[in-house]
């Protein structure tokens, strides 16, 4: 089982070898029980394992998988809001809360903030987003990420304290949580140890070489609607193909058509200038960056299946 402690070693990052085949077919040793309770009311006062929901495909599936039994059992689920998530993504969790409910496993929403009115209201702090910056030399570079860590990885964490029953700042160097992190077999770099001794990350996916591929197929096959992309509306990670996601929901479009312009005007203009600032690395505005498909501008597409960036290997 790929386990990472505060102090894993590298040779402890990859292990993937002699990983499960298919997803769902091999079912873990799971060990159920009923205890849900934060850390300190358990009687036996035993790590509670806390699944990390970013609600986008791999965690859902991750969800659903430790629901139906396929994998070890969780205590709590926890879903990071940052207030700016497209309307399909909160209809979506929506749906997970009733999954949740009926499986009897707590969901905790937390949330900082709404970061997209954060960023625009002069009295917050500028939760630095990774914004697609033209200096005025000319010269591209991008914005620190400080988005992240405010609206995901804090909140969380804060939620896990308390489940843990500790304070804030509090130092323990007991194993008191065990966080199960929906990170795919493709993506398995994005691994990384925990910040904090009491806490061990686990990933399931990565232990039975599950890829994002593989998670869309289980949930068609088990009946579900395939997961939306989780992330912020106007996020400056997005590619051509999210936007294009987010262009088919017009309310989401002009959101992030709106929040783009107001980078360049008052108060995100005047903190970050004199560097101009974009959500679309062209580094234009949105609205009028080409982000049609190959097929929308009339070539051919060969391929009629999901692209995994894997094409030629
Ligand atoms: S989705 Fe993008 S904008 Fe939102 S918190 Fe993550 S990196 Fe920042």
């Known amino acids: 089982m790929t386990r990472l402690t505060p102090t894993s070693p590298p040779s402890d990052r990859h292990p993937v070898s002699g990983a499960a085949g298919p997803p769902g077919a091999e079912r873990a040793s799971a060990t159920p029980h009923d205890m849900r309770h934060p850390y300190a009311e358990t009687p036996a006062k035993r790590p509670l394992r806390v699944l990390s929901l970013g609600a986008g495909v791999q965690s859902t599936t991750l969800l659903r998988m430790t629901i139906a039994g396929e994998l070890e059992p969780a205590d709590h689920a926890i879903f990071a809001d940052t ?10 969790l929506e749906q ?5 409910e009926n499986a009897g496993l707590p969901l905790h929403i937390v949330s900082k903030g709404n970061i997209r009115n954060d960023a625009l209201d002069p009295d917050q702090r500028f939760a630095s987003m990774p914004l697609h910056l033209l200096k005025a030399n000319g010269d591209n570079a991008i914005s620190r990420r400080q988005c992240t860590s405010e609206y995901k990885i804090a909140p969380l964490l804060a939620k896990q304290r308390e489940l843990a029953g500790l304070k804030p700042r509090q130092r323990c160097n007991e194993h008191r949580i065990t966080t199960i992190i929906g990170i795919s077999f493709d993506e398995l770099q994005r691994m990384k ?3 904090f001794p009491w806490i061990v990350n686990e990933y399931p996916l990565v232990d039975r070489r599950i890829t994002r591929h ?6 068609d096959q088990h ?15 997005h590619s051509n193909a999210e936007w294009r996601a987010i262009r088919d929901d017009p309310e989401a479009w002009a959101d992030a058509v709106d929040f783009d312009h107001k980078l360049r005007t008052g108060r995100l203009a005047h903190l970050l200038a004199p560097s101009k600032a974009y959500l679309h690395p062209e580094r234009r505005p949105l609205d009028e960056v080409d982000i049609r498909s190959e097929e929308e501008r009339g070539q ?9 960036g894997m094409c030629g290997i």
């Open 214 to 219: 593989d998670c869309l197929t289980w949930n």
């Open 96 to 100: 997970l809360k009733k999954e949740c």
């Open 83 to 92: 207030g700016w998530e497209p309307p399909a993504v909160y209809r979506h």
């Open 223 to 237: 009946g579900y609607e395939r997961p939306p992309r989780s992330s912020c509306i106007g996020c400056p990670f």
């Open 300 to 308: 051919l597409n060969m391929f009629d299946m999901e692209c995994e």
């Open 193 to 195: 140890p925990p910040a």
